[in-house]
């Protein structure tokens, strides 16, 4: 655990908030609503909808793939990049998503979607890996259109994605 941690501490913060925000949450110590993506407007859970979660499942998941995928970027990149990277998705997600938004919506996913994408830009030339998380992201993309799923959010945090890495990928192509 202490490797991890060491090796990899954005991934382990990022877990830490997204547990602890869940765990605060289902026990009733912060408001629920406060941490909803609502139409509307921006308002705080516009910010804090990308680090709460539904149920046990839900978090699960997000985790899980969080876990894999994002010691991928942050061995490839500098903390400094990483973390741009990281509030790139996420402001960019509160701010292009908000008109398109219809109704509630929580979680991690989009972010998520965001950093597969980064993860295929980072690793293009690894085949396998890259097949992979392709597949990772039209399947994630699919799941968006199940009822009760997000799929602005996981097709939107794809393209966002995608946006950050072609600019950070064109940025390092000039250096």
Do not use: C
Not at 95 to 117: C, N, R, Y
Not at 125 to 153: C, D, E, H, Q
């Amino acid at each position: 655990m202490n490797r991890f941690i060491k090796d990899t501490p954005i991934t382990a913060v990022l877990l830490l908030i997204n547990v602890i925000m869940f765990i605060l949450i289902r026990a009733g110590l912060l408001s629920a609503p406060m941490f909803l993506t609502t139409p509307g407007g921006l308002t705080i859970g516009s910010f804090l909808a990308h680090f709460a979660h539904m149920d046990f499942i839900h978090i699960l998941m997000n985790m899980a793939v969080l876990y894999q995928i994002s010691p991928l970027i942050e061995r490839a990149l500098t903390r400094v990049e990483y973390i741009a990277i990281l509030l790139s998705i996420w402001l960019g997600l509160v701010f292009i998503a908000e008109p398109f938004i219809t109704g509630p919506s929580l979680g991690f996913s989009g972010i998520l979607m965001g950093l597969i994408v980064v993860t295929i830009g980072l690793y293009y030339n690894y085949p396998a890996l890259r097949k992979m998380l392709i597949t990772w992201t039209v399947v994630n993309i699919a799941i968006g259109l199940l009822p009760g799923i997000s799929f602005l959010m996981h097709s939107l945090g794809a393209v966002v994605g995608g946006m950050v890495i072609l600019l950070y990928l064109f940025t390092q192509q000039k250096r």
